[in-house]
T-cell receptor, first 111, second 115 residues
Framework: DQQVKQNSPSLSVQEGRISILNCDYT??????FLWYKKYPAEGPTFLIS?????DKNEDGRFTVFLNKSAKHLSLHIVPSQPGDSAVYFC??????????FGGGTRLMVKP | EAGVAQSPRYKIIEKRQSVAFWCNPI?????LYWYQQILGQGPKLLIQ????????DSQLPKDRFSAERLKGVDSTLKIQPAKLEDSAVYLC?????????????FGPGTRLTVL
């Protein structure tokens, strides 16, 4: 039972344009969401997070949007840079403090 | 600040053999996690420690997997005997304290191949 889903396994974007990565969840008990970025042969690194009491959080080029009624969140990267090419994971905490990850989306930013 | 250390980085074994992975979390981090990441999937939590006590091991296949965290610092994850489907990257992560809904810091992982 996948409680966190990233339905797009890959995304290709031109440098300078916006990248939008999407994530859907089914568990209404999730109350804190995170995005992680992963390069090959490295562990995931934290990118940005959002609490369920907010609908937007911004950090430089990265913005996460949360739509609780739709159980959907998205990560916007503007402008996209070649160094942003990586696998992005959406993750969610439930009340048991267990982090559940989505399957990941591979982002390729073309120069 | 040193990150989460893991060893070995790569391991190849035959099925039915045993293997052990080691993790040293960030200094001062009370909570330690082991994840299994199968190719093409997201990390899946296997076990979570708070200091040297187990908080959650509901997804650990206890018939073959075991983990310990001696003295609340380093941790080892063991598989005995290994199966083909155990081929994955095993990630260790740590965070400052249990109950904090914040960032977990990940190590580079150990890539296990079971032949």
């Amino acid at each position: 039972d996948q409680q966190v889903k990233q339905n797009s396994p890959s995304l290709s974007v031109q440098e300078g344009r916006i990248s939008i990565l999407n994530c859907d969840y089914t568990n209404s008990m999730f109350d804190y969401f995170l995005w992680y970025k992963k390069y090959p042969a490295e562990g995931p690194t934290f990118l940005i997070s959002i609490s369920s009491i907010k609908d937007k959080n911004e950090d430089g080029r990265f913005t996460v949007f949360l739509n609780k009624s739709a159980k959907h969140l998205s990560l916007h990267i503007v402008p996209s840079q070649p160094g942003d090419s990586a696998v992005y994971f959406c993750a969610a905490y439930n009340a048991g403090n267990m982090l559940t990850f989505g399957g990941g989306t591979r982002l390729m930013v073309k120069p | 600040e040193a990150g989460v250390a893991q060893s070995p980085r790569y391991k190849i074994i035959e099925k039915r053999q045993s293997v052990a992975f080691w993790c040293n979390p960030i200094s001062g981090h009370a909570t330690l996690y082991w994840y299994q990441q199968i190719l093409g999937q997201g990390p899946k939590l296997l076990i979570q420690f708070q200091n040297n006590g187990v908080v959650d091991d509901s997804q650990l296949p206890k018939d073959r997997f075991s983990a310990e965290r001696l003295k609340g610092v380093d941790s080892t994850l063991k598989i005995q005997p290994a199966k083909l489907e155990d081929s994955a990257v095993y990630l260790c992560a740590s965070s400052l304290d249990y109950g904090e809904l914040g960032e977990q810091f990940f190590g580079p992982g150990t890539r296990l191949t079971v032949l």
